[in-house]
């Protein structure tokens, strides 16, 4: 249309996605949400677009493309003294032009007129000024923080000068340089600039999220990132913000609309954690600076910033914008402490995962210990090795040497000429949508993001392993410890047609080790979620006031800050692992141990002693089910009930299954299974299976009056092997003689195989030894097992050696 060709103003209202060369990635973005979003309850402050076009005019009547031309005739980027000084140059000639008269009065009368549109007295409303290249959101060209962002602008004159500053921010150093390095011309690229009714979120809170995990590119989940105050701070990575999960596809199942608010049949929030948030923005009533950086109060920084409610709300949009543009979104919310509306600022393509190859498997495995200098965040699943160099501030990036890890407070944009050739990047401050992670992400680098002490631990010269290989946290090795990669290209692996399923008890690693081929979980270790997340002895929680330890009370009351019962906590930890386990893996099946404890194991978590007995051989004493229905255990048994119930029922997933560990006898059997079914979970209501681990002998000898029971049995063979072989697999004495190629462990593997498939039942085992001896795992194979589950790490070897034999043996 020639009038959006030569207009010199667009308003939101008027603008979409086919109008990036008039107005930029992101106000064509902020457009199209404005324009179809609304009908779907989603909320884009309005605005309006100063164009490309009048970028150009300006360039063109004041004569500074030709300066700009001149001055570049002369750049090296590879030499950043000679870069420094000619963006200086550029950037200095756009601020010293004044724009030309028509342009300056159509800023003038659009600014008046959004003050009216948005009822405001006078003309002096806050706006967020924002820079929206022609090129900026290009899948391929992505990058963080590449133009400016000004907040809390106020006036028309002030209005006309963020406007200037915004256009010079198309020459910054780091945007000169990566034009350059991309291979685009820099007068191909237009700017246009974005004037957007400000959200009050310095009275509240605001972040990111990605409808995609940023991490592991699992599709099925929205991250949030959410901290007080103005967003800048998110992005800047200047604080380390809470993080939530949560999964779409429930999230989406029987929505209903009502009075324009969504109400959920399910609430499947499947992660959450409190980030310190220790700093905010706000507006500043002082000096020149619109803005000020101000300290969170300890008792603020200790809740969450968002309401569950609000996070559903925020997650169900952002499955709305995806669908809407269909592709995995980046998208900036916050939310206004004056109305306490939630409110969508920002939207634009992720531009990792969606670009990435989904068929080549790249595995980082760490072959080596080393002694661990520091921790945080970790960014990317990758391991980096260099000499560390420590950078106060961006000043000092002249010293900075190819393949180094750079150690910083904090990146920002103009640290992106080196943070290109660093090995990784550690920093003092930020989270997983800070601005270190987020171009980390982008050059494929490992980031270890706020670790908070980095700059003074670490030392320039120092070798170092950045290891983003083992989970959530990142860690920062002395010295260079060993690691391989792993490459495997999925498209090529054959099918076996037994079941080979994982063993997981880690659920901040699910995303990532649910892309290794499998067919769900076959024994998710409750105990290891109660062990690292809960920490807690549970009957320490339910008898706080019992407990004698004064140490150990103040120790709960700080784990559990914000739970006016403590039992919740148990509950709300449990149910939030095994929810993001099941969501990982889902629609497969993801079968949930109950716990299994040793009394040894139970006395080691905080306030366990006092509940505890001291028993000879725990290994084989008040462990598994007869802990549940014991008068001494059974309310605690009830939390993780209540727990796996809000898995199933509250958070939808279904694909869910329980299994009881170490049942000796069947009356043991249906004792635990009416405790389950008094307790709101029955066998077969709404798909629910129960399993039972087949692990003490007694299990084979009577499997048949135990598969009545129960609805199929996984072997648990390291517990089988020692109670036929008659040891302890803890003692070092007798280690030589545990082997479950034993002629006496086979002959029970063989019977409890055969007897369960003779009463039409699943059957499976939960141990290593497939995936030690291949000998085992073909033995299996020949008696028919159904399912095999072995740890991650070994599960694409197990998942190969399995459909080789098959198909060898005709099985």
Not at 384 to 397: F, H, T
Request: include cysteine; charged fraction near 30%.
């Amino acid at each position: 249309m020639a009038d959006k060709k030569d207009a010199l103003i667009l308003w939101f209202k008027e603008l979409g996605m086919d109008d990036v060369q008039y107005a930029g990635g992101k106000n064509a973005s902020l457009g199209e949400m404005y324009q179809n979003m609304a009908a779907k309850g989603i909320v884009v402050p309005n605005g309006f677009a100063i164009t490309a076009h009048a970028y150009n005019m300006f360039l063109d009547e004041t004569g500074v493309r030709k300066e700009i031309v001149d001055i570049l005739a002369t750049l090296d980027t590879s030499d950043l003294h000679n870069l420094q000084e000619h963006g200086h140059k550029v950037r200095e000639a756009i601020l010293q032009a004044e724009l030309p008269e028509a342009l300056k009065k159509a800023i003038e009368e659009a600014y008046i007129e959004l003050n009216k549109l948005e009822g405001q007295d006078g003309d002096d409303m806050d706006v967020a000024v924002r820079s929206s290249a022609t090129a900026e959101d290009m899948p391929d060209a992505s990058f963080a923080g590449q133009q400016e962002t000004f907040l809390n602008v106020r006036g028309d004159y002030e209005v006309i000068d963020a406007t200037k500053r915004c256009m010079a921010s198309l020459f910054t150093n780091r945007a000169i340089s990566y034009r350059q390095d991309k291979g685009y011309d820099h007068f191909n690229v237009a700017l246009s600039v974005g004037v957007q009714k400000m959200v009050r979120s310095d009275k509240s809170g605001s972040g990111v999220m990605f409808s995609i995990d940023t991490e592991s590119g699992f599709e099925n989940a929205v991250l949030i990132n959410a901290s007080y105050g103005l967003g800048e701070m998110v992005v800047q990575g200047k604080v380390e913000p809470d993080e939530y999960y949560v999964y779409k596809p429930t999230l989406r199942e029987g929505v209903t609309m009502k009075g324009g608010e969504p109400e959920f049949k399910y609430r499947p929030i499947v992660a959450k954690s409190k980030g310190h948030k220790e700093i905010k923005m706000i507006y500043s009533m002082e000096g020149n600076d619109p803005v000020r950086e101000v300290p969170v109060p300890e008792e603020d920084s200790k809740q969450y910033v968002l309401t569950d409610d609000e996070v559903l709300k925020l997650a169900y949009w952002a499955c709305l914008i995806e669908e809407h543009y269909e592709k995995p979104m980046d998208i900036e919310w916050a939310k206004d402490g004056i109305n306490g509306k939630l409110y969508i600022v920002q939207a634009r393509p992720e531009t990792v995962h969606s670009q990435g190859d989904v068929n080549v498997l790249e595995e980082y495995l760490m072959k080596g210990e080393g002694k661990v200098i520091t921790e945080g965040v970790s960014v990317g699943s990758k391991v980096g090795q260099g000499k560390v160099r420590v950078l106060k501030d961006v000043s000092s990036i002249h010293d900075f040497k190819e393949g180094e890890v750079l150690v910083t407070e904090i990146t920002d944009p103009d640290w992106e000429p080196i943070m290109k050739i660093a090995s990784a990047i550690v920093t003092n401050s930020g989270g997983r949508t800070s601005h270190a992670a987020i171009v980390s992400r982008e050059l494929g680098i490992p980031a270890v993001v706020g670790t908070k002490n980095a700059t003074s631990l670490l030392k320039t010269d120092q070798e170092v392993t950045v290891s983003c290989a083992e989970g959530e946290k990142g860690f920062v090795y002395e010295g260079d410890v060993p690691f391989e990669v792993k490459k495997t290209d999925l498209g090529e692996l054959k099918e076996p047609k037994t079941d080979i399923m994982q063993i997981v008890g880690d659920p901040s690693r699910a995303f990532d080790f649910s892309m290794i081929p499998n067919r769900g979980i076959g024994l998710a270790r409750l105990e290891m979620i109660i062990l690292n997340a809960i920490k807690v002895h549970p009957l320490a929680l339910l008898r706080f006031d019992e407990l004698e330890d004064e140490k150990v009370k103040k120790e709960i009351e700080e784990i559990t800050f914000g739970y006016e019962n403590k039992a919740d906590y148990f509950v709300d930890q449990l149910a939030l692992g095994v929810g993001r386990l099941a969501a990982a893996y889902a629609p497969h099946q993801v079968i949930v141990r109950m716990s299994d404890f040793k009394s040894n194991e139970y006395a080691g978590l905080i306030g366990g002693k006092q509940f505890e007995p001291d028993e000879e051989n725990p290994m084989i004493g008040w462990r598994g089910a007869a802990r549940y229905y014991s008068e001494e255990y059974k309310e605690a048994y009830l939390l993780e009930i209540e727990a796996m119930k809000r898995v199933r029922n509250g958070m939808g997933l279904t694909n869910m299954k329980l299994m009881i560990p170490f049942v000796r006898t069947p009356e043991e059997g249906q004792k635990v299974i009416d405790i389950l079914a008094e307790n709101g979970l029955k066998q077969g209501e709404n798909g629910l299976e129960i399993y039972m681990m087949c692990e003490v002998p007694s299990n084979v000898i009577l499997a048949e009056e135990f598969i009545k029971i129960f609805d199929g049995f996984s072997i648990g063979s390291n517990d089988l092997t020692q109670l036929t072989l008659g040891l302890d697999r803890d003692s070092g004495l007798v280690a030589h003689i545990y082997d479950e190629r034993n002629p006496a462990v086979k002959a029970l593997l063989k019977q409890a195989i055969e007897t369960v498939h003779a009463a039409g039942k699943k059957i499976g085992i939960c141990g290593q030894a497939p995936s030690d001896f291949p000998e085992i795992a073909e033995f299996l194979v020949d008696l028919g097992i159904d399912t095999m589950s072995v740890t991650p790490d070994t599960g694409l070897k197990t998942w190969v050696n399995v459909a080789e034999y098959e198909e060898k043996s005709g099985k």
